[in-house]
């Protein structure tokens, strides 16, 4: 059995930072977890260097459940976005080498493939409707099955969603917080304008998503739904803020479109009653944020007992480490539904070369052994941490909101 002998914490910066745990064995095989928080990095940098890696040293790298029952449990201090990610980057670096030791890529020890490729969507953007729109007809030319759609508000500076270049949305753009403005109506109006316009455009054999990023009440979120349904929205994201797991069922009495949410839980005590209680759709929680695959599977699994689907968050703030174990999990998982992928920078792929891969739609995580994926120290080494806020978000009047 490989005993843990070291684990050591990497902060890189290629163009955004990332956080990555390497756990080290007697038997010189290796694992990697991804660490890192947005906005939040050198906490997590800190909890694991400084509470969880003394604790690792001598263990058993193949015992991953007793382990996590032991950072889980040991804290005292339970859940949490900074234990949850640190516990999430050692759960994903033991299962990195229990498949490098088995000579398996993880999917395999997860029950094995359950489908033959994941569905991704990609995320297209733009100032303007139109522009919008051109972008989600170069994903569909691209052959993506799925397009989320996010458009600037007429009048607003800025709207969640709207990068300057398209592409790489990247959102802690800042060394103190960016302060965006926010207004309601105004964004209320232009929403179904995108979708119908879309649709005109793209067809209906394309899944259209939108992500209201918390910003809604549910009674706002009622409407909007309602306002969308003509158009068949795949999903809409974070209608409003869930730490009322309740207020969901008010977007619910008011509209049949989908409602998928979590990519900021970190346990399944987040999530319990809104699947329990069908509030939800599907479930975003992420293999980086969420306790690591050996939790996700314990939160898909009570969704699976609902009908409600996985869609995994995976944005350029999750490093492809965490998009490999993601593409294991969902290559894997019964009740899959879809696979958020936004590209990472080829800046960021050479830091951490992988053999997951993208084609008409879909991805794969490959077939090396463990995650398939690694860490070039060498070169993290020259992309140095630096400091970056995600925004804040203020009404007109200055009110602090929801961003
Ligand atoms: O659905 C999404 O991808 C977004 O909500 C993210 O871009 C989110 O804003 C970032 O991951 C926050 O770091
Ligand atoms: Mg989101």
Redesign the pocket.
Same mark, same amino acid.
């Given at each position: 059995m490989p005993i843990i002998t070291g684990a050591k914490v990497i902060v890189t910066c290629p163009g955004r930072n990332f956080v990555t745990l390497k756990i080290e064995t007697d038997e010189g095989v290796y694992g990697l977890g991804d660490a890192t928080l947005n906005g939040r990095e050198l906490s997590v940098a800190s909890y694991l260097t400084d509470h969880v890696i003394p604790c690792l040293i001598g263990r058993d790298a193949h015992r991953i459940e007793d382990i996590w029952q032991y950072l889980y449990k040991g804290a005292y201090w339970r859940r949490g976005p900074v234990t949850m990610t640190a516990i999430a980057a050692v759960d994903m670096a033991l299962w990195d080498i229990k498949g490098k030791v088995a000579g398996l890529p993880v999917y395999q020890l997860l029950g094995g493939a359950s489908r033959e490729g994941v569905m991704v969507y990609g995320h297209a953007n733009g100032t303007t409707v139109e522009d919008t729109v051109k972008v989600a007809l170069e994903y569909q030319a691209q052959g993506y099955k799925a397009i989320r759609l996010q458009c600037g508000v007429p009048g607003m500076a800025s709207t969640y969603g709207v990068s300057k270049d398209k592409y790489f949305y990247e959102p802690a753009d800042a060394d103190l917080p960016t302060e965006n403005v926010w207004n309601t109506s105004k964004y209320m109006r232009v929403v179904p304008e995108l979708f119908k316009a879309a649709r005109e455009a793209l067809g209906w054999d394309v899944h259209l998503l939108h =992500?209201i #990023?918390h910003r809604l009440t549910p009674i706002e979120a009622g409407r909007l739904g309602k306002d969308l349904e003509p158009y068949r929205p795949f999903w809409l &994201? =974070?209608a409003t803020p869930a730490e009322n797991q309740e207020a969901f069922r008010l977007i619910r009495q008011h509209t049949t479109a989908p409602l998928a949410v979590g &990519?900021i839980f970190n346990s399944i005590w987040d999530a319990k009653d809104l699947i329990q209680n069908q509030l939800i759709d599907y479930i975003?929680a992420t293999v980086v944020h969420a306790g690591g695959i050996t939790h996700l599977r314990r939160i898909a699994a009570l969704a699976d007992l609902y009908q409600i689907r996985t869609g995994c #968050?995976g944005?350029t703030d999750l490093s492809p480490v965490c998009m490999a174990a993601a593409l294991h999990f969902d290559l894997s998982v019964p009740n899959f539904g879809i696979q958020e992928y936004m590209r990472h920078t080829e800046e960021t792929d050479a830091v951490f070369p992988h053999a997951y891969s993208f084609a008409d739609g879909m991805m794969h995580p490959g077939d090396k052994p463990g995650l398939g994926v690694d860490l070039d120290e060498e070169l993290a080494a020259k992309y140095e941490y630096k400091r970056a806020f995600l925004p804040v978000n203020r009404l007109e009047d200055g009110t602090m909101y929801n961003w």
């Open positions: =992500d #990023h &994201e =974070d &990519e975003r #968050h944005a």
